[in-house]
């Protein structure tokens, strides 16, 4: 077995274990803090009138982060494929960027004081590389 893409691979795994074992449903800290920034978001989730779309999405979310600092067999092209598949739902790449960011900050506020400085650390140098992905990711209709 190879060594984990990323370096802090330990440290996400474990603030993911916390929240998991300590949050039932992460999906309102975290759609809370998007609608708040972004609330034109809000309205394009009509349909998830009982949250499994939310939930969906999160749990895609989790899974994706988790193979993005593990093996990361897929998780670096679904982010790049999700970011252009958002942008067809008129959700501009800077608001889907910010996600990522919402997930760290729900997690820091469930975890309270075993968000560590390392925990810090570790999701502040992720969210920069999912970042780097993001911006390297071709916009629709751009020269190549």
């Not at 009982?50 to 600092?69: C, H, K, P, Q, Y």
């Not at 800077?94 to 810090?120: I, K, N, Y």
Request: one cysteine or more; a negative charge; proline letters at 6%.
């Amino acid at each position: 077995m190879t060594a984990p893409a990323f370096a802090h691979a330990a440290e996400i795994e474990r603030s993911l274990e916390l929240m998991a074992e300590r949050c039932e449903d992460p999906a309102p800290l975290v759609y809370g803090r998007v609608f708040a920034a972004h609330p034109q978001v809000e309205a394009q989730f009509w349909r998830d009138t009982n949250g499994t779309i939310r939930g969906e999405m999160l749990a895609r979310t989790f899974s994706a982060i988790l193979d993005f600092v593990g093996d990361r067999l897929y998780a670096d092209h679904l982010i790049k494929t999700e970011v252009i598949t958002h942008e067809g739902y008129e959700v501009p790449r800077e608001v889907f960027s910010t996600f990522f960011g919402f997930v760290a900050e729900a997690v820091r506020e469930v975890l309270g004081p075993d968000w560590t400085p390392a925990t810090e650390t570790a999701w502040r140098e992720m969210l920069a590389e999912i970042q780097r992905y993001l911006d390297a990711t071709p916009r629709v209709g751009a020269p190549a």
